[in-house]
T-cell receptor, first 113, second 112 residues
Framework: GENVEQHPSTLSVQEGDSAVIKCTYSDSASNYFPWYKQELGKGSQLIIDIRSNVGEKKDQRIAVTLNKTAKHFSLHITETQPEDSAVYFC????????????FGRGTSLIVHP | NAGVTQTPKFQVLKTGQSMTLQCAQDMNHNSMYWYRQDPGMGLRLIYYSASEGTTDKGEVPDGYNVSRLKKQNFLLGLESAAPSQTSVYFCAVSTGAAYEQYFGPGTRLTVT
């Protein structure tokens, strides 16, 4: 089955700095890679996703890059703000059939004002 | 629209007690999931349901049972709670086609 590794487990940055979280996956058939943000005491919320036919996707201060050859994808947050502080999860899955994503272990991002 | 709701928000059980966690959705999505989240372990799938009346085991199903009698409800049961089941439980739903999952706010369960 799929295995997703996520690093780092904790990331501390100053407000305004950039933050990068990296994930690797094992199943070359995986073709959908979402990123979720979990704020304290809340459920996770999708913030951006990428499919395997695209190398990069941006949405304002957030971007995701995908390297299919190396089987890794990354979340980039620029100009971080204190409200970006949360736990971020990456996931990998195959489209078609039942949708069962495999999640990484999460990264706790702390943005210091 | 409430989206995905979970009850209760908090629960404390003694070892051996039973309980049911409830998940309800008003999004009319076919797929529903139960996850547990433990520190440093991410989200691990307990059970999922691709449609009303069907359920399948996930990565960590032992000690749990589920029921999907209605499309909008997915119930997670603990027949005989154990301290190892202390965790935060999240319900999620998805269309199955669009792949985005919508998560509930979670239930924090402590088993003493």
């Amino acid at each position: 089955g799929e295995n997703v590794e996520q690093h780092p487990s904790t990331l501390s940055v100053q407000e305004g700095d950039s933050a990068v979280i990296k994930c690797t996956y094992s199943d070359s058939a995986s073709n959908y890679f979402p990123w979720y943000k979990q704020e304290l005491g809340k459920g996770s919320q999708l913030i951006i996703d990428i499919r395997s036919n695209v190398g990069e996707k941006k949405d304002q201060r957030i971007a995701v890059t995908l390297n299919k050859t190396a089987k890794h994808f990354s979340l980039h947050i620029t100009e971080t703000q204190p409200e970006d502080s949360a736990v971020y999860f990456c996931a990998a899955s195959k489209t078609g059939g039942s949708y069962i994503p495999t999640f990484g272990r999460g990264t706790s991002l702390i943005v210091h004002p | 629209n409430a989206g995905v709701t979970q009850t209760p928000k908090f629960q404390v059980l003694k070892t051996g007690q039973s309980m049911t966690l409830q998940c309800a959705q008003d999004m009319n999505h076919n797929s529903m999931y139960w996850y547990r989240q433990d520190p440093g372990m991410g989200l691990r799938l307990i059970y999922y349901s691709a449609s009303e009346g069907t359920t399948d085991k996930g990565e960590v199903p032992d000690g749990y049972n589920v029921s999907r009698l209605k499309k909008q409800n997915f119930l997670l049961g603990l027949e005989s709670a154990a301290p190892s089941q202390t965790s935060v439980y999240f319900c999620a739903v998805s269309t199955g086609a669009a792949y985005e999952q919508y998560f509930g706010p979670g239930t924090r369960l402590t088993v003493t």
